[in-house]
């Protein structure tokens, strides 16, 4: 197989990987043509022991520390790339980790092996990325559930991210109650709940009214993966891990656009 083909797969998110990272589209795609060229010629090879698209990432990486880590200035810009201005904020060496596995879906140590960096090291980083986003994003959140452990676990996780828990809900009507006395900024929603009423129909009930990201924390997830419909961004299974928990809030305040408005 050609190179070209190895690679052809993979080169539309490298191109969006560059184009956060840098803070513009035409500097990202530049450095993506360097790589690729010097990849043509021989100057760089994909490293045999990485998949094709690690090893892509790799050698962009590669290039672009080479060539200076440009990053374009964003400090003026306007509210419609929020995203990228808040990003340009991030500490360089975090803002790579926390978009290597929050917006590229790489594993910690698929993105220690494109850094070159330790997976401890990883890890740090992606730590500080999301301290820095929670800290600028902080807001009020409205946790779904009908288990009084899991609620008391929940809520502790999120007041070490420096957010506020407005309200906590067991059953539909308290949820869609909550958020009329209260508008949150994010919702952490159970499926399941305790009058046998249904997470899932307080969590549209609530879209119908606001704007706001929802993350589904919950021991059914084949009841939202069904393909039959949009299926959330953000699920996590019961039990979870607290550091699962902590990420999803980091990636889904920052990317949702309601989010990225409000923090203009």
């Not at 010097?38 to 994909?46: D, I, M, P, R, T």
């Not at 060496?93 to 090291?121: C, H, M, N, V």
Request: hydrophobic content about 45%; proline content about 6%.
């Amino acid at each position: 197989m050609s190179l070209l083909a190895r690679l052809a797969p993979h080169l539309p998110y490298v191109r969006r990987y560059a184009r956060a990272l840098t803070g513009d589209q035409s500097t990202g795609d530049n450095y993506v043509r360097v790589a690729l060229e010097a990849l043509a010629a021989g100057e760089q090879q994909l490293p045999a022991a990485m998949t094709p698209r690690v090893a892509l990432y790799h050698v962009f990486h590669t290039i672009w520390v080479a060539t200076g880590a440009r990053l374009e200035d964003k400090s003026g810009m306007e509210s419609d790339d929020d995203a990228s201005r808040r990003l340009m904020k991030i500490a360089p060496k975090s803002r790579q980790a926390f978009l290597l596995t929050a917006l590229e879906g790489f594993t910690p140590s698929e993105a220690a092996q494109i850094l070159g960096a330790e997976l401890s090291d990883i890890e740090s980083l992606i730590g500080d990325a999301q301290r820095e986003i929670d800290a600028e994003l902080a807001t009020d959140v409205l946790i779904i559930e009908d288990e009084p452990i899991i609620s008391a676990d929940i809520e502790s996780l999120v007041k070490e991210l420096g957010h506020t828990v407005s309200a906590t809900a067991t059953t539909h009507d308290e949820a869609v109650d909550a958020v009329s006395r209260h508008r949150p900024g994010l919702v952490l929603a159970d499926i399941q709940l305790a009058d046998g009423s249904s997470g899932i129909d307080a969590v549209k009930d609530i879209l119908k009214s606001i704007n706001v990201p929802v993350i589904f924390i919950t021991a059914f997830p084949e009841r939202l993966l069904t393909g039959e419909r949009p299926e959330p961004t953000f699920l996590i299974t019961k039990p979870f891990q607290p550091e699962t928990v902590k990420a999803a809030i980091s990636q889904a305040l920052f990317f949702h656009p309601a989010r990225q408005t409000e923090a203009a």
